[in-house]
């Protein structure tokens, strides 16, 4: 891109030449400032989308459940989930109702991994042990199922 060429660059015409050209090497200075500014908010902007919010998974939660299901949302408000795979303790019935689930809705088809417990002949979302006392539900992928099956055989969450 010649940048000398463009009209709406000129610089004033009582100018002298040494300053018309000081002129053109500050505006070429500002135009590659420019430039890499660009680049480096694009370069941001795709860092934040791939690494942004990790799932990290409750310690206490995982280790405290009876079972941790990976679940496919059938009806989030009335808590019916198909049974994909199970840690822990096995779950014969494909299809289960869970209780106490967060408020935030899930819609039908989402994979989820549930931390669950066992009460009162129901499952139930094991509690957090946060402070808000929120249950805590994650999405489920190769990640946080890594997480799961480190945390079951080390009670860590892997490095």
């Known amino acids: 891109m010649d940048l000398d060429s463009t009209p709406w660059v000129e610089p004033p015409l009582n100018l002298t ?17 420019v430039i890499v500014a660009l680049f480096w908010l694009l370069a941001l902007a795709i860092l934040a989308v791939w690494t942004g919010n990790p799932v990290t998974l409750n310690r206490m939660q995982i280790l405290e459940s009876d079972a941790v299901l990976k679940v496919t949302v059938e009806d989030w408000s009335a ?10 303790q096995p779950i014969t019935e494909e299809q289960i109702q869970i209780t106490e689930l967060p408020r935030d809705s899930q819609p039908t088809g989402t994979l989820l991994l549930i931390p669950v417990t066992r009460q009162r002949g129901e499952w139930l979302v094991t509690p957090s042990r946060l402070p808000n ?26 490095n």
């Open 133 to 158: 006392g929120l249950p805590l539900v994650y999405p489920a992928t190769p990640e946080s199922e890594r997480q799961v099956q480190s945390l079951l055989d080390t009670g860590r969450l892997p």
């Open 79 to 88: 808590g019916r989930m198909h049974v994909n795979k199970c840690w822990k």
């Open 17 to 33: 030449e040494a300053q018309q050209v000081d002129h053109r090497i500050a505006l070429r200075r500002w135009w590659r400032a």
